[in-house]
């Protein structure tokens, strides 16, 4: 008899998750699987990652530990809504020998019709990541046109200051603390201040 995981998510505090609950038991007891644990998230959004998730976050910790051997949930959308994110935890699923069963969808991998409709969401969420690569190469494109900088906003630093601070005795890992930049940017700062000195008539 498989041993059965149940998730159920909903998104806000004034619905419930009692209508999937019953739902995925009634199947569960139709297909003979014995329901072993269940995970829940009330009140979050599936938009949210797998460490703003707690419930869903310990399914895929139980998952490693061989806790089940079959995920069921009332549809996709309560497992995530990217298809992308999705995948890598159904993948990640799979790795570990654990079958999923989505209700709305009628995708129970535990059937060959199954697996092969989860291999078909494979080819999806890559054509998903692709067109977001996509999009966000067009963006800095018509960023770059537009001639607006890209990157991390330049930090100004008063080179005098550090400098003098250097002079006091400060150490290097000082001044970097104390001006939030790196050991290395705050050595070259010293070096080019102390060779501009050395170079002056």
């Keep these: 008899m498989k041993r059965a995981a149940l998730y159920l998510r909903v998104s806000t505090k004034e619905q419930t998750t009692d209508n999937q ?3 995925l038991e009634r199947v ?3 297909k003979g699987w014995n329901i072993t644990v269940i995970y829940e998230d009330e009140g979050i959004s599936g ?3 797998r460490d703003k998730r707690p419930g869903y976050d310990q399914l895929l910790k139980d998952a490693v530990r061989a806790k ?3 995920v069921m949930a009332w549809d996709v959308s309560r497992l995530g809504r990217s298809l992308a994110g999705l995948v890598t935890a159904l993948d990640e699923l799979h790795a570990h020998g654990i079958d999923l069963y989505l209700h709305q969808q009628a995708i129970d991998t535990t059937t060959p019709s199954g697996k092969a409709m989860f291999q078909m969401t494979g080819v999806f969420a890559e054509f998903e990541r692709s067109m977001i690569q996509e999009r966000v190469k067009a963006g800095l494109l018509r960023a770059k046109a537009a001639g607006i900088k890209l990157g991390r906003p ?3 630093l008063n ?4 400098i003098a601070d250097r002079k006091t005795g400060k150490t290097t890992r000082q001044i970097a603390q104390k001006y939030n930049i790196s050991i290395g940017k ?3 700062i010293i070096k080019t201040s102390s060779d501009e000195i050395l170079r002056l008539p």
Excluded: C, P, S
């Excluded at 080179?159 to 550090?162: A, G, H, K, R, S």
């Design 21 to 23: 609950r019953m739902e």
């Design 186 to 188: 705050a050595h070259n």
């Design 28 to 30: 569960a007891q139709a």
């Design 154 to 156: 330049t930090k100004l």
């Design 68 to 70: 089940f051997d079959v």
């Design 47 to 49: 938009a949210k990652g």
């Design 159 to 162: 080179t005098e200051q550090i």
